[in-house]
């Protein structure tokens, strides 16, 4: 999972007092924004138009750490593609850093989110078929070649003008459809040309576009989430389509066309459930309002709990910061007192996509400071977004008690999670889930809790409003082929193992 932003609006010039990396400003204050997709690093890729060359800025760490106003000024043009990075394909080391860019046979540069699963049979052919030699060990790489290698089939082998026609592009798009298995957001820069913007048929992973008038006209922004445009003052539009492509000239004219559509669209259930900002959007509903109304669903089933005198809770307590609305919403259900009694260290990474177990663990504690007023003598009932490997809440679960706690009862809204993940949440092997082969009640033993209270897939459905969300992850129905997902799975947790 990573967070993608794009910008491309018309040549500024002096005269209307504009900074040339205007586009690159614009694209380093968006990642800013989605830092929570992705920590592992983050990276800048612009044209210049009067150099007619690409520059390009990407290391490891946080967004404000690889960047200062020095190399952002550095990456100038009128238009930017960004990236932060949540590393599930390849490794999390410089190699493998986004964007990627290439100048053979025309300069082509691209970001994406999400995963390829048929990466490891692509990149075969790729070496085999056409002579590639991959260079990192990131399936956009093998997304790349494609795309330009499609481009430069449908204008007959030679780059003209023919080859970044809408027409051409519209049919390359579809053959990466044909051809590419997964749940991928994309942006591709050419150079001098424009920026690409094309979502997978099932729409699994998010893409959305906004606008702002600019003196000069017209500028777009492309990215994973709404709050980035938000944040930079632009008008969402829509979301891109599942199967769709957009192209957006350097002259600023969009054009867009549904080149595949599917009679069933899949998003990812866990972005509304963690992954996205409370801030953002996803096909004009509210992710906030979303998890409010999980918190609704998740106080009825405390409710019944309560009713059947299984538990009797004393307050209702968000783990920070994912859960909060849930949790007022749970409280509100049932009437108790909503506290505050873990407090947020916002200087430490998201635990759950930090690259390790052990990274993951050492957060917990770091991350999370009591508040034992709160805490100590009472019945809590813990509201967290989902429990995945289920070390961290058994963490979570100790930490409570060891402050007093009388008993911990956890609720999440999320249902169990059993299956792995091919799509771009880091969980590709089973094994490693806590509610695989698992009970609830066995759950709750090995949390040390009093009960857990999870959700249903109906209750994500009645939450979202969308009758069709890919949650492979929790019924094995995957939206996709996944005939190479053990594949997958073998060669992420070998890569996981070399780290």
Same mark, same amino acid.
């Given at each position: ?16 007092? $504009? ?15 989605? %830092? ?61 850093? %986004? ?25 075969? @052919?790729?070496?085999?078929? +056409? ?14 070649? +494609? ?17 970044? =026609? ?29 920026? *690409?913007?094309?979502r997978d048929p099932k729409g699994i992973r998010p893409l959305a576009i906004g606008t702002k008038e600019s003196a000069g006209g017209m500028i777009y922004c492309i990215a994973s989430e709404t709050s980035a445009m938000t944040y930079l003052g632009y008008k969402y539009l829509r979301d891109v389509e599942p199967g769709e492509v957009i192209f957006i000239d350097t002259e600023g004219h969009m ?6 559509? =599917?009679? @069933? ?22 992710? +906030? ?17 309560? =009713? ?56 917990? @504690? ?16 813990? *509201? ?46 089973? @094994? ?11 759950? $709750? ?16 459905? $009645? ?33 996981? $193992?070399?780290?």
């Amino acid at each position: 999972m990573c967070g993608i932003v794009g910008i491309i609006g018309p040549v500024q010039n002096e005269t209307q007092n $504009a900074p040339t990396s205007w586009a690159a400003h614009d694209a380093y204050k968006g990642l800013l924004a989605l %830092q929570h997709r992705g920590q592992d690093a983050a990276g800048i890729l612009s044209f210049d138009n009067h150099s007619r060359m690409f520059v390009l800025e990407k290391d490891l760490g946080l967004v404000a750490q690889v960047f200062d106003q020095q190399k952002i000024e550095k990456l100038s043009g009128n238009m930017a593609i960004a990236h932060t990075r949540y590393a599930t394909a390849g490794t999390d080391g410089k190699r493998d850093i %986004q964007p990627m860019v290439t100048g053979s046979p025309f300069g082509l540069g691209m970001v994406h989110n999400g995963n390829i699963l048929n990466y490891h049979s692509l990149a075969k @052919e790729l070496a085999d078929k +056409y002579h590639r030699q991959l260079l990192t060990a990131n399936d956009l790489e093998v997304l790349m070649h +494609y795309l330009g290698y499609f481009l430069m089939e449908g204008s007959n082998g030679v780059a003209t003008q023919k080859t970044f =026609e809408f027409d051409n592009i519209k049919k390359s798009v579809s053959r990466i459809f044909d051809t590419v298995i997964g749940g991928y957001a994309a942006l591709a820069m050419i150079a001098g040309q424009g920026i *690409i913007a094309f979502r997978d048929p099932k729409g699994i992973r998010p893409l959305a576009i906004g606008t702002k008038e600019s003196a000069g006209g017209m500028i777009y922004c492309i990215a994973s989430e709404t709050s980035a445009m938000t944040y930079l003052g632009y008008k969402y539009l829509r979301d891109v389509e599942p199967g769709e492509v957009i192209f957006i000239d350097t002259e600023g004219h969009m054009q867009s066309s549904l080149v595949r559509q =599917e009679k @069933e669209k899949a998003p990812c259930m866990f972005e509304w459930v963690y992954f996205s900002g409370a801030d953002s959007t996803i096909d004009h509903q509210s992710v +906030y309002s979303v998890r409010l109304k999980l918190g609704q669903r998740l106080g009825m089933k405390a409710k019944e709990a309560i =009713e059947r005198g299984e538990i009797a809770p004393d307050v209702v307590m968000p783990v920070p910061d994912t859960s909060r609305p849930a949790a007022i919403s749970v409280a509100d259900m049932l009437g108790l007192p909503y506290r505050e009694g873990l407090i947020k260290n916002r200087y430490v990474a998201r635990s759950f996509i930090l690259s390790t177990q052990e990274k993951r663990e050492a957060a917990i @504690e770091l991350k999370l400071s009591p508040i034992v007023s709160e805490i100590e003598g009472k019945s809590i009932l813990l *509201i967290d977004d989902s429990i995945v490997r289920g070390t961290t809440s058994k963490k979570l679960v100790a930490l409570l008690k060891k402050y007093g706690a009388k008993e911990v009862i956890f609720g999440t809204t999320c249902p169990p999670i059993r299956f792995p993940c091919y799509y771009g949440i880091d969980f590709p092997n089973p @094994e490693a889930l806590i509610a695989n082969g698992k009970s609830v009640e066995d759950i $709750a033993q090995w949390l040390d809790a009093k009960k857990v209270i999870y959700l249903d897939e109906d209750d994500l459905r $009645a939450a979202t409003g969308i009758s069709k969300l890919c949650m492979a992850c929790l019924n094995n129905k995957y939206p996709t082929d996944v005939a190479e997902g053990a594949n997958f799975s073998r060669e992420r947790t070998k890569v996981r $193992a070399i780290k």
